[in-house]
């Protein structure tokens, strides 16, 4: 996938608005071509399951809302099956043993971690010829997600400054958090703000 960035030819874009623009445009076409109604920042406690199928979600309130076709996850598997009650439906139950096994046994590999990052940052501390995106590697002899070896950074607010303040830049880096937590234990128990370690 990185060397993709440096393929000729090779564009890298942003959404106008940020990533909260693609939101924004799902939630306008639920609304008008599936006539449904969406519920930002509502927690769903459970999804309620009634003869083998999903009929609405209880929310962590304790109120439900009842589906008129579907009830539709957009969280990941692990998540949208810890939803749904365990006896609910004995095929439910099959399924979710199923996807839920190891790789090995056949289940669905789960993906594996990344470190983000998110800065604000003074735009008098960037160069003028910073690129909005570039990525550093290592070594291109090992795989991407070798510990340290790939740090993707991106500057979106160059190409859109409506997503910084006026006079600042916003800065998403990442990598693979794949370094083994031996590296880190030391540090553990241990408030190291006033530490050279």
Sequence with gaps: MVEDFYREGAVMDFPKGGSAAIVEALVRAVRKCAGCSVRPSTPVQRVIVEGGRAVGVELSGGRSLRARRAVVSNADLHATFGLVPRGASARLDEERDQLLSSEAEGGVPLCKSFMHLHLGVAASAFPPDLPPQWTVVQSWDVPIDAPGNVVVVS??????PSL???????IHAYCAGSEPYSVWERFEGKDTRDNDE
């Design 164 to 170: 910084a303040p006026e006079g600042y830049h916003v």
């Design 155 to 160: 500057v979106p607010s160059l190409l859109d």
